[in-house]
T-cell receptor, first 116, second 111 residues
Framework: AQSVAQPEDQVNVAEGNPLTVKCTYS??????LFWYVQYPNRGLQFLLK??????LVKGSYGFEAEFNKSQTSFHLKKPSALVSDSALYFC??????????????FGTGTQLKVEL | NAGVTQTPKFQVLKTGQSMTLQCAQD?????MSWYRQDPGMGLRLIHY???????DQGEVPNGYNVSRSTTEDFPLRLLSAAPSQTSVYFC??????????FGPGTRLTVL
């Protein structure tokens, strides 16, 4: 079975400071990892993914994430936070061995609040 | 491209009523799925489909039915609505194993 943990319900950061949103995962085979963002009353928007290749993945809006296989983590980062980054962030994983299509397991979400 | 569209945006049902949530995509994606989002629980997979005529259960399938007669459409049916089905429902599509594209959601309240 695959699972995802987002240990922080909320992360607060001042605008201009770096931000990190944490994610750890568990899968049987090689992981496919994703980050999504959700703004109020909207659907989820894709930010970035790791399937294979470089451990540092760059995505939309200046976000990046680092895949760490030994720590089974995929933390989301941004060097300088903006107030407009305030939103709900979801980490998701699928097992690369799964034969039943693109089944994703989502974390419970982390609310990011960026303050002036 | 319109992407993934969902109707209706909002719906209020009484316990025991049935209804169908509509989902359509125009990206020729083979994979489609339905999730429900509840506070503090993230998104949970209800049903998914890997192509026309092929569906399977996700994590929380009870009380829901799906069918996939065309590549474009993937409706979700609530057979007899219960208050526990009050939630926000999202449809998504993708070409596996790439990222999923999500619709805007349907907010359902069951009284």
């Amino acid at each position: 079975a695959q699972s995802v943990a987002q240990p922080e319900d909320q992360v607060n950061v001042a605008e201009g400071n770096p931000l990190t949103v944490k994610c750890t995962y568990s899968v049987s085979g090689n992981p496919y990892l994703f980050w999504y963002v959700q703004y109020p009353n909207r659907g989820l928007q894709f930010l970035l993914k790791y399937i294979t290749g470089d451990n540092l993945v760059k995505g939309s809006y200046g976000f990046e994430a680092e895949f760490n296989k030994s720590q089974t983590s995929f933390h989301l980062k941004k060097p300088s936070a903006l107030v407009s980054d305030s939103a709900l962030y979801f980490c998701a994983v699928r097992d690369g061995l799964t034969g039943g299509g693109n089944k994703l397991t989502f974390g419970t979400g982390t609310q990011l609040k960026v303050e002036l | 491209n319109a992407g993934v569209t969902q109707t209706p945006k909002f719906q209020v049902l009484k316990t025991g009523q049935s209804m169908t949530l509509q989902c359509a995509q125009d990206m020729n994606h083979e994979y489609m799925s339905w999730y429900r989002q509840d506070p503090g629980m993230g998104l949970r997979l209800i049903h998914y489909s890997v192509g026309a005529g092929i569906t399977d259960q996700g994590e929380v399938p009870n009380g829901y039915n799906v069918s996939r007669s065309t590549t474009e459409d993937f409706p979700l049916r609530l057979l007899s609505a219960a208050p526990s089905q009050t939630s926000v429902y999202f449809c998504a599509s993708s070409r596996s194993p790439r990222e999923q594209f999500f619709g805007p959601g349907t907010r359902l309240t069951v009284l």
